[in-house]
């Protein structure tokens, strides 16, 4: 591997960006609070995206995605149905 290796899969949104961690910093340094990244030791991955204008927003929108059609309430109250049902040890 180079300095900087790039694998893009049309299928996906993310690109796979593999980088020496001198390059890191200094990009870090440069784009500053506009965008976050965060570096995973254990695969060697940095992730980049864009800091949204609102992080409640954000979960709201990825929580709507995540959900789907499922019923939320009639989840909880299957969860809650379930604990009921545990017998104590």
Known sequence: ??????????????VLLRM???????????LGDDVILTYDEEKKET???KKPESFTEALIEIGSKIWGDINAEEY?????????NFSNF
């Open 1 to 14: 591997m180079g300095k900087i290796d790039i694998n893009y899969d049309s299928e996906s949104q993310y």
């Open 20 to 30: 020496q961690r001198e390059i890191f910093e200094e990009i870090k340094k440069l």
């Open 47 to 49: 992730i980049i995206f």
């Open 76 to 84: 909880i109250n299957q969860e809650r149905n379930s604990w009921e």
